[in-house]
């Protein structure tokens, strides 16, 4: 049984991800906005408001680590990042407001959570970021959403090269049968991914040890 660290426990995906895992017998840690919608069966959950929030993120960094004490000083063995948010506004009508909420849940909550947590990684952990096929998002009203996610690969590349030990992943999954559709003005691919499959292929990639970008393609 593994100890996963799961960020963003509310999203569709994020939900996905913890029932992968606890099926597959692993503890999952929650951490999220909404905690009425973390999946049922995780041992321990915790609400933020704000993950780029750092004061927010140390004082749930703080109480897992109390949590893990009480276990007898468990570790993290693998991280998910699953935060997300959306907008479709062209960049010189969009409010700074909107450009740092979108930069903030894709890309700076993904900084803090992996700063505030990693005294708590095991020594070979494994960080799975949920990306985007960012070289696809080129398009008009999405400059903040494209920025931030290309920015996260980048971000994950430094930290695999910072830090060797760690197995790190960006999983970048096209289209993904979410409630992100409800956002933008766009329709939905006849071609979707399934929250559930994102999260299986997580689960698989941890055991295979797979690093780097983690394309998944609907079929």
């Not at 999203?11 to 597959?24: H, L, P, T």
Request: proline share 6%; charged share 20%.
């Amino acid at each position: 049984m593994g100890h996963l660290l799961l960020i963003g426990a509310d999203s569709s995906i994020g939900q996905s991800v913890a029932k992968a895992f606890i099926e597959d017998e692993w503890e999952v840690w929650a951490i999220g906005r909404h905690a009425e919608r973390f999946a049922s069966g995780v041992q321990w959950a915790y609400a933020v408001s704000d993950v780029a929030d750092p004061v927010q993120m140390e004082q749930a960094a703080q109480a897992l680590q109390a949590h893990l004490r009480s276990l007898g000083d468990r570790q993290v063995d693998a991280m998910v990042y699953a935060v997300g948010d959306i907008t479709a506004q062209k960049a010189h009508e969009m409010p700074l407001e909107a450009w740092q909420r979108i930069l903030n849940a894709n890309l700076t909550g993904a900084f803090v959570a992996t700063r505030v947590f990693s005294p708590l990684f095991s020594p070979e952990p494994h960080l799975f970021y949920i990306g985007a096929l960012s070289e696809k998002l080129i398009l008009p009203g999405l400059s903040a959403y494209a920025t931030a996610k290309a920015g996260l690969e980048v971000f994950a590349q430094v930290v695999a090269k910072e830090q060797p030990r760690w197995k790190v992943s960006v999983v970048r999954p096209g289209a993904v049968a979410t409630r992100f559709w409800e956002r933008v003005p766009f329709r939905m691919p006849p071609k979707t991914l399934q929250p559930d499959e994102v999260a299986l292929r997580i689960l698989e990639a941890y055991y295979n040890e797979q690093r780097g970008n983690l394309d998944l393609i609907p079929t």
